[in-house]
């Protein structure tokens, strides 16, 4: 009898669309475009960056090896990301069972506004589980400011 493997279509949302969550669910492509400095925090090396697609901006945490993978103008694809807060900060990342690959490079339309990362998010009055859009603390990112 012949196996046939079906390959999986995953369903990928823009970065406008995505809300935090506790769990992993995220699936979407990006263009990387500014990382900050790498920081060690004990055995624990951490990046953020400013990613973006056509639709909005949001503030990436590569951890690990990810800091030195990838670089400005790399397109990448996050499988089964999380968009929660880490030391205060709403950031989308990979997490434990998420994962990343770039998939390309400099060629993808994006906006830098609106930042996901900049918007205060509240719990849904109908919902506890989810969270919703309270306010725009700031149109761009204030860790990473637009060139003037």
Known sequence: ???VS???KIESSSLRDIVPAAQNNINTQFILLEKGR???EGQNKTCLALV???TAAVHFQFW???CEAFEAGDIICLEHGIFSYTRNNLVLRAGKRGKIVK???FTMAFVETPNMSEIRW???P???KRYVQEAVISPHSRIFPPKS
């Open 1 to 3: 009898m012949a196996m």
């Open 6 to 8: 079906e390959t999986k």
């Open 38 to 40: 790498i920081t060690t």
């Open 52 to 54: 973006a697609d056509e």
């Open 64 to 66: 690990g090896e990810e």
């Open 103 to 105: 998939v390309g490079e």
């Open 122 to 124: 509240v719990p849904d």
């Open 126 to 128: 109908n919902n506890s």
